[in-house]
C-alpha cells in the first residue's frame, strides 16, 4: 500500500507537470499553494506569492471579483467562469477559472482554483467583435455602396469578353453556384454583382467577402457568427450567411480560404444551413455562392489550393474572363468610357486619345488590367488643363519607356549591326546595358503592380506571380516604399 509521503511526492508532481494554473489560499485569502504554470501564466514569482495577501498581489481584484474570495465567502463552487484582471506590471490578463471550497474535517480551509490562460482568445475574440460590428451595419446601406453594378458596365466587344458575358447572363436566370476566374482587374465583382442584380435575389442582400483579408479563425466568425459563450466576450452575433439569407454572397480569393474553413463551407453548402461558433442549433439559409479566384483554377486543384469536393461543387457555372491585353480593340472602347466618366467627374472636355497614346496603349501588357487602364486615364486627366487630347506626355513613365524600350529591342533586331570598331553614343551604351533593361523594366513592373493594388504587397506579388518575400526584397532593393 503506498505510503502518505509517497502519495504526496506523486500529488506534487502532476501538480507541477499540468497544463491549468493552480492557486490555493486560506481562510484569510494568503496564498498556500501556487503552481508554475499559474506563475507563468500571471508572470509573478512564486516565492513573491507565498504567504501574501491576494489583493495585495493583484491590486484590481476585489472581494466580489476575485473568484478565489468570493467562494472562499459563499462555500459555494464557481464552474468555468472568466475573469479578466491585472498582474503586478498592469497587464491584463484573462482565465476561465473552476474554484471550489476546500475543507477538513467538515472545517473550511480555504478556497482552490483551477485557471486556464485565454489572454490570446480574448483579444482574438475582441478583433472579431470589431469586425463583425462592421458587417452589421443595416443591409441597405451596404446594398446602395456595394450592388452599383449590372451588365451595362460590362464594356466591350471582344468574342472571349462577349462570351464570359452571355454566361454570366445565363446564370442571372438560375440559382447555381458559379466561379469566376480572372486576372487581378478584370472586373470579377463587377461580373459577380450583374449576376445578382438581374436574378430573382435582386431584391435581397449581396455581400462581398474577400476571402485573403483575414486568417481562419476571423474568418469563421464572420462567415458563420458567434454564439454568446463561446469564449470569452463573445456575444450572439450573426455570420454574413445569415445577413444575406436569401441573397448572394460573393466569395472573393476563395482559394486563399484555409483547407479547414473550406470543409465547413463545404458542408454548408450541401446541407444548407449554418451553425454559429459554439453554438448548438442549426441555422436554415438559403444564400447563393459566387466565388472569385485570379489563378487559373487547374492550378489550384494541381497545387491543393482548394479542396476537390468544393471545386466541383462551386463550378456548377465558370466564368472566365479574358485579360486586357487580349482584348485589343476593346482598348479605345474602353478608353472612351473612361475619359467621359473623368470628364464629368473633373469637369473637363477631353476628347479622345492622341494616335501616339493609341499605339503605346496597343503596344502595352496591361498586367493590372481594365483597373490599371482605369488609373492611367485618370492619372492623364489630372495632368491636362485646356487641352482635348491625351498624348504621351500626360501618361505616366513606366508606360511611355516600356513602349520605347520594346520599340528599341525591335529596331535593333531589324537589321542594326554594330562592329567592334563602331562608335556608340553614351546613351545607346545604356540602352544595350541588358542589366540595367531589366532591372528598369523590372521596377516598372512592381511599381505599376503597387499602384494597382493600393501598395497592398500580397496582392502586388500575386498579380506579379512571385512570392510576396521576394516581392518585399525587391521593393527595398530598389527603394520603392512609400
Known sequence: ???????????????????????????????????????????????????????????????????????????????????????????????????????????????????????????????????????????????????????????????????????????????????????????????????????????????????????????????????KGSFTGAVDRPGIFEQANGGTILLDEIDSMDQNLQAKLLRVLQENYIRRIGGTKDISIDVRILATTNQDPKVLLEKNLIRKDLYYRLSVLNIIIPPLREREQDLELLSDYFIDKYNRKFSKEVWMLSDGVKDIFQSYHWPGNVRELENVIEGAMNLINQEHVIKEEHLSNYIVDYYHNMHSQTNEGNGREFTEKSEVSDSMRKQLDLNKSLEDYEKHLITNALGVNQQNISQAARMLSIKRQTLQYKVKKYKLEK
Open 1 to 227: 500500500m503506498i505510503s502518505k509521503s509517497e502519495l504526496n511526492v506523486i500529488l506534487e508532481k502532476i501538480l507541477y507537470s499540468i497544463e491549468e494554473g493552480v492557486h490555493v489560499i486560506d481562510n484569510q485569502g494568503k496564498t498556500l499553494l501556487y503552481n508554475d504554470e499559474m506563475a507563468t501564466l500571471e508572470e509573478m514569482n512564486t516565492k513573491d506569492v507565498i504567504g501574501t495577501s491576494l489583493l495585495k498581489l493583484f491590486p484590481s481584484l476585489t472581494e466580489e471579483s476575485s473568484t478565489l474570495l468570493r467562494v472562499l465567502k459563499t462555500e459555494k463552487p464557481i464552474i468555468n467562469k472568466s475573469q479578466t484582471y491585472l498582474n503586478h506590471e498592469g497587464k491584463e490578463i484573462t482565465t476561465i477559472n473552476s474554484t471550489f471550497p476546500l475543507y477538513y474535517k467538515n472545517e473550511k480551509i480555504g478556497a482552490l482554483e483551477i485557471a486556464k490562460n485565454i489572454t490570446k482568445i480574448k483579444k482574438l475574440s475582441d478583433q472579431i467583435q470589431q469586425l463583425q460590428d462592421q458587417l452589421i451595419e443595416p443591409i441597405e446601406n451596404t446594398q446602395k455602396r456595394r450592388n452599383q453594378y449590372n451588365f451595362d458596365y460590362l464594356i466591350g466587344k471582344s468574342s472571349e469578353f462577349f462570351k464570359a458575358i452571355n454566361v454570366a447572363r445565363k446564370a442571372s436566370k438560375t440559382s447555381s453556384s458559379v466561379l469566376i476566374y480572372g486576372e487581378t482587374g478584370t472586373g470579377k465583382e463587377i461580373f459577380a454583382q450583374s449576376i445578382h442584380n438581374e436574378s430573382i435575389r435582386k431584391n435581397k442582400p449581396f455581400i462581398g467577402q474577400n476571402c485573403a483579408a483575414f486568417p481562419e479563425n476571423l474568418l469563421e466568425g464572420i462567415l458563420f457568427g458567434t454564439k
